[in-house]
């Protein structure tokens, strides 16, 4: 299903509009509330407007530290439509609160409010994602995340623009009241269109146990290594979204000489970029989970994190300019520019991820993954303005050399996750030969079980078979590769991180052929796709070669479904053995590849001849 289709749908618009409506009443409250904290009512409480301001962003964030394991857990065991729709009750309740504490200045009561719309939002944080697995398919579920992404940043900064322009209004009191009032119950109301998605089962009856359930939800997060380092790559992203646009007001005033204006145009600039980057990963990942698009996403995050340390100014005028004033000015418009990219590619990084959370996570423990996620968030932006302090008021840095500093650290965390997961790097390696040197036309490709354990058997033209059929596949595939091929260098690194089983024949090296087969035969018994090359050698003719009885064997030890594929167009690729040899040819570069895929064969109906004339007929040679 199209974005457009999708955002148009009554099982996702009801709630995309849910979680947005929610998302723009909190910064209608926020901004507003900060805005007359500072200016209007900065004599009204016995403390100064510094420590006023910390203390509001404290207790917005102190909730999600508290409950968002509680809120996990209590996600995971009832029907989340439900749970959604009683948040939206709640959020009108604090709003009617909030209401009459803006008309009656109620400063104190205010903050409270604040805390409890803070603990509101870290209970609908947790439920928000983790229904979005129940109500889109697995092929909708990246567009849902990104409309979900895009949603949210857009949502904040209407809603941060709009309490701003509220606070300026005669009765400001009364209408922010109004606005917010209306909002929620407007949130309210979408929420009755989400459909009832029902409980999970097998999941844990809910307990309130805050203490016990914040230690439960991290252990689950830790169990997964993948998941847990994905959720480290999530927060690092909020840790740099919350560096930059703290800096924004002192970095506008102080680095480039603007006014408000200004400041609003750098936040309207981050945040559109993010949402233009949320959208574009439904385009460039074909309706799956691309993780390849991640490492993207971190070369370009530091890479105009670099551009917006040149493209500041070394020096600024004594009067402050306003937007139009700015803009004409030499490094303007590459402030803004770096801005949005670095927004762009932040959406590439965050929303493959955040699918990534929902579509690895146990059903019956998703909504405690997404906590831990919202746990972790909370941590690295307390840690954000931690890290300012010490780079720029202990270390005496300058803004610009401090957004420097957080380019050169993303890439270090950035190298460290993806060492440490290397199917990021593998699905971008895959992501970039898919999308650069081949086009790749699959067909067929829904033949392959979507579950359980079955063999696919390929002819083998060139070096890169194997991660052209891994990039089209959508679940991960252990081929079995002769092991001259996978102790290339370099590409036996990509070929280790795939778990990729290497095979010699018998008379080279038994050990080897037969741990090959054990192998296989182990990966076929946890339910794993296994992706055979049955002529056992590259091609040096473009003609399939005989297959070798090795497949009857697999087979016989393991019977599972198999499903015959066939490669077109890698004959005459870089990668192939066509002219002089791979990699020495003077001939095309760039090909167009197709790959097609014919019903499952039961294990009893398919043997090595039977398969070669399955593969030949899919190649389109003659009956």
């Given at each position: 299903m199209s974005q457009r289709n999708l955002i148009a749908s009554s099982r996702f618009l009801p709630f995309f509009l849910t979680q947005a409506s929610g998302a723009f009443n909190d910064n209608v409250f926020k901004n507003a509330l900060m805005l007359i904290l500072a200016f209007t009512a900065a004599n009204a409480l016995p403390w100064d407007t510094d420590l006023t301001m910390n203390l509001a962003a404290g207790l917005f964030i102190l909730p999600f530290l508290l409950f968002s394991a509680t809120a996990g857990s209590l996600a995971d065991a009832v029907c989340k439509t439900k749970l959604i729709r009683a948040l939206k009750l709640l959020e009108i309740a604090l709003m009617l609160?909030?209401?009459?504490?803006?008309?009656?200045?109620?400063?104190?009561?205010?903050?409270?409010?604040?805390?409890?719309?803070?603990?509101?939002?870290?209970?609908?944080?947790?439920?928000?994602?983790?229904?979005?697995?129940?109500?889109?398919?697995?092929?909708?579920?990246?567009?849902?995340?990104?409309?979900?992404?895009?949603?949210?940043?857009?949502?904040?900064?209407?809603?941060?623009?709009?309490?701003?322009?509220?606070?300026?209004?005669?009765?400001?009191?009364?209408?922010i009241g109004a606005v917010v009032v209306v909002f929620s119950v407007l949130?309210?109301?979408?929420?009755?269109?989400?459909?009832?998605?029902?409980?999970?089962?097998?999941?844990?009856?809910?307990?309130?146990?805050?203490?016990?359930?914040?230690?439960?939800?991290?252990?689950?997060?830790?169990?997964n290594r993948t998941l847990y380092l994905s959720v480290m790559?999530?927060?690092?992203?909020?840790?740099?979204?919350?560096?930059?646009?703290?800096?924004?007001?002192?970095?506008?005033?102080?680095?480039?000489?603007?006014?408000?204006?200004?400041?609003?145009?750098?936040?309207?600039?981050?945040?559109?970029?993010?949402?233009?980057?949320?959208?574009?990963?439904?385009?460039?990942?074909?309706d799956r989970v691309e993780l390849g698009i991640v490492p993207i996403g971190a070369i370009g995050l530091t890479v105009f994190g670099i551009g917006l340390y040149v493209s500041s100014p070394s020096l600024s005028g004594p009067e402050l300019l306003n937007l139009a004033q700015f803009l004409s000015t030499a490094s303007g418009s590459w402030v803004l520019l770096?801005?949005?990219?670095?927004?762009?590619?932040?959406?590439?990084?965050?929303?493959?991820?955040?699918?990534?959370?929902?579509?690895?996570?146990e059903p019956a423990q998703r909504a405690r993954v997404i906590a831990a996620n919202n746990i972790f968030n909370a941590l690295f932006m307390v840690g954000s303005a931690i890290a300012g302090i010490v780079f720029l008021s202990v270390l005496d840095l300058a803004i610009p050399e401090y957004f420097l500093v957080l380019a050169i650290m993303n890439a270090v965390v950035a190298l460290y996750v993806f060492s440490q997961v290397p199917e990021f790097a593998l699905r971008f390696v895959?992501?970039?030969?898919?999308?650069?040197?081949?086009?790749?036309?699959?067909?067929?490709?829904?033949?392959?079980?979507?579950?359980?354990?079955?063999?696919?058997?390929?002819?083998?033209?060139?070096?890169?078979?194997?991660?052209?059929?891994?990039?089209?596949?959508?679940?991960?595939?252990?081929?079995?590769?002769?092991?001259?091929i996978y102790d290339l260098p370099v590409a036996n690194w990509l070929f280790r991180a795939a778990k990729t089983i290497p095979i010699c024949s018998k008379q080279k090296d038994e050990a080897v052929y037969e741990a090959a087969f054990t192998s296989i035969k182990r990966e076929l018994e946890q339910g794993n796709l296994v992706c055979i090359f049955p002529e056992g050698r590259l091609t040096?003719?473009?003609?399939?070669?005989?297959?070798?009885?090795?497949?009857?064997?697999?087979?016989?030890?393991?019977?599972?479904?198999?499903?015959?594929?066939?490669?077109?167009?890698?004959?005459?690729?870089?990668?192939?053995?066509?002219?002089?040899?791979?990699?020495?040819?003077?001939?095309?570069?760039?090909?167009?590849?197709?790959?097609?895929?014919?019903?499952?064969?039961?294990?009893?109906?398919?043997?090595?001849?039977?398969?070669?004339?399955?593969?030949?007929?899919?190649?389109?040679?003659?009956?």
């Open positions: 609160l909030a209401a009459l504490a803006f008309y009656f200045q109620q400063y104190l009561l205010l903050l409270g409010v604040l805390f409890l719309m803070g603990a509101q939002s870290s209970f609908f944080g947790p439920v928000k994602y983790a229904i979005l697995p129940q109500l889109l398919t697995d092929k909708e579920l990246l567009a849902g995340n990104a409309w979900v992404e895009m949603g949210t940043f857009v949502a904040i900064l209407l809603g941060t623009i709009t309490g701003g322009l509220l606070v300026g209004l005669a009765n400001a009191p009364l209408w949130g309210y109301l979408c929420s009755r269109k989400i459909p009832a998605v029902g409980e999970i089962g097998g999941a844990e009856r809910f307990h309130f146990a805050p203490w016990q359930q914040t230690k439960a939800t991290v252990s689950i997060c830790y169990q790559a999530i927060s690092w992203f909020w840790f740099l979204g919350a560096s930059y646009l703290t800096q924004f007001p002192n970095f506008t005033k102080t680095v480039l000489a603007g006014d408000n204006t200004v400041v609003t145009a750098l936040l309207v600039a981050f945040s559109v970029g993010v949402g233009i980057g949320s959208m574009l990963c439904e385009r460039l990942s074909a770096n801005l949005t990219l670095i927004g762009v590619f932040g959406g590439l990084f965050i929303v493959p991820l955040y699918a990534l959370l929902q579509q690895r996570a895959i992501y970039l030969l898919s999308h650069t040197m081949y086009r790749v036309q699959s067909r067929g490709l829904e033949h392959i079980p979507s579950d359980g354990a079955a063999v696919l058997v390929a002819n083998h033209v060139s070096y890169v078979d194997a991660l052209l059929i891994g990039g089209a596949v959508r679940r991960p595939v252990r081929f079995v590769m002769e092991k001259a040096k003719t473009g003609e399939i070669d005989g297959f070798r009885p090795g497949i009857e064997r697999i087979l016989a030890e393991t019977p599972v479904p198999v499903v015959p594929m066939a490669l077109q167009g890698l004959w005459g690729s870089f990668f192939s053995h066509h002219g002089s040899g791979a990699f020495k040819f003077k001939g095309r570069f760039w090909s167009k590849i197709k790959l097609h895929a014919s019903a499952a064969l039961p294990a009893s109906a398919a043997n090595a001849a039977e398969l070669e004339r399955q593969v030949r007929l899919l190649r389109g040679d003659a009956a």
